[in-house]
């Protein structure tokens, strides 16, 4: 499974991005999709996760009420749409891929894709 995370950019404090992660080779119904970020000197945190199926969603408390996790299954594509971005959103923004269930850990997300900046300045 190959994943390629895309959309990120610089944005003032209130503002808005799209995350896209396209997956190919293989990805089925039965994953997880996860996004994660990882600010510099801190740990990967997780951000949002959903079912591939679209049914399941989950969020961290921090980003609850601003970000929105989707997917679009024809395109194999799943999206993070961020409202109200803060500069405590500044990191590096990961997509990841589970064949398990939903989980808060990095460490049981199978496949990962390369991370996209996103800056958000005051």
């Known amino acids: 499974v190959q994943l390629q995370a895309s959309g990120g950019g610089s944005v003032q404090s209130g503002g808005s991005l799209r995350l896209s992660c396209a997956a190919s080779g293989g990805t089925s119904t039965s994953y997880t999709m996860g996004w994660f970020r990882q600010a510099p000197g801190k740990e990967r945190e997780f951000v949002a996760a959903?079912?591939?199926?679209?049914?399941?969603?989950r969020y961290a408390d921090s980003v609850k009420g601003r970000f929105t996790i989707s997917s679009d299954n024809a395109k194999n594509t799943v999206y993070l749409q961020m409202n109200s971005l803060k500069p405590e959103d500044t990191a590096v923004y990961y997509c990841?891929?589970?064949?398990?269930?939903?989980?808060?850990?990095?460490?049981?997300?199978?496949?990962w894709g390369q991370g996209t900046q996103v800056t958000v300045s005051n």
């Open positions: 990841a891929a589970t064949e398990g269930s939903y989980s808060l850990r990095p460490f049981e997300y199978d496949y």
């Open positions: 959903i079912a591939w199926t679209g049914i399941t969603t």
